[in-house]
């Protein structure tokens, strides 16, 4: 008696789905389904032209303000149109799924208003977010960093291609593209900001006279100098010193950033030549020239 009553209302509530299933109006659900997708569709459409026209009056400006040089730095000119282009596109992303939520039906209001618990879970999960905003904030206006810096951050050295509002990127010499939260840069080398001073070290043998290195090296020194602009002061002669093991002659040289491995490089090879001419022993060869 109990199982075929139970049969019963089973059959029964079988029966009602069906008819709810039967009574749907499937032209009216696909044609607001098309309608939605529309709307959907146009809003992508709407925010992809309002990004693009913003990206194009932001690069607008900038060049302008370029041409009637506003700002005197070129790389805190590409810095700060950077950092804007991010905050645009973050804040077009933020309107585009606001309104993406609303034509779907998500009560996004009535969801911000009664988030509560939500909130502040979002909230605590958040706090690496912020800290990234802050501190990218600061670096900003203390100006420790721009595009185009070289620097070494955390033994990460190499060129600043971007300063976000999240994330710093930082382009190895090798090619390597890191991406560094800016919460964690604590201390910052950069490499960009001062001339630079760089030791050009001749290593020369122990029977080698250091008056003939020394002259030289004078010798050599003169004719640099007018062919390197690049150059800040003039070269300093150190003099013998031990590098390791090893007997180098050294020459301190005060070059513009960034130059400083090719303005090394070009006096060396220009002291090993003028070595070289003059019979001058150094360290591999030491055991091949006669004394002087």
Known sequence: MVIAASYA???K???EVRKAFTDL???QILQQFLNKLLLIVLTFLLF?????LGRLVINHLFLESNKYQLLKNSNRLATIRALTLNIYRYTCYFFFLYALLSEI????????AGAGIFSIALGLGAQGFVSDLVNGFFILLEQQLDVGDIVEVD???GTVTALGIRTTKVTSADGTLNYIPNRNITIVRNFSRNDMITNVDIYIAPNAVISEVKDTVMTVNKKLIATTPELRDQPVIVGPVTVGTQLAFRVTITVANGSQSRISSKFLAAYLQALHAKNIPLSWEGNHHNDH
């Open 9 to 11: 209302q089973f059959n």
């Open 13 to 15: 509530q079988i029966e």
């Open 25 to 27: 109006s499937w032209h």
């Open 48 to 52: 992809a032209v309002i990004l693009w």
């Open 105 to 112: 039906g998500v009560p996004v209001g009535t969801l911000i």
């Open 155 to 157: 033994n990460i050295k």
